[in-house]
């Protein structure tokens, strides 16, 4: 599905269809969680405990980059 990026008073937003928005079982005022993934970026319904998990896991790889930089080889 192709979507545009549009202003949104001072910064840019995508407007989703109503159609997508029934699919994913989202109504106005909804959070969506954003994931970067290998494909690209994935955005599901925002899940409290997953933002904590990603933030976690976010802090780890930036106090730990060189470890894991070398484990990666």
């Known amino acids: 599905m192709k979507l ?3 202003t949104v008073g001072n910064s840019a937003g995508v ?3 109503k159609e997508l928005l029934a699919r994913l ?5 909804d959070e969506l969680y954003a994931l970067e993934t290998p494909d690209g970026i ?3 319904t925002y899940d409290p405990e997953l933002a904590a998990q990603m933030e976690v896991a ?8 060189l470890v894991l930089h070398k484990l990666s080889k």
């Open 4 to 6: 545009k990026i549009t």
């Open 15 to 17: 407007i989703l269809p």
């Open 25 to 29: 079982r989202l109504e106005k005022g």
């Open 42 to 44: 994935r955005l599901t």
């Open 58 to 65: 976010e802090q780890v790889m930036r106090e730990d980059r």
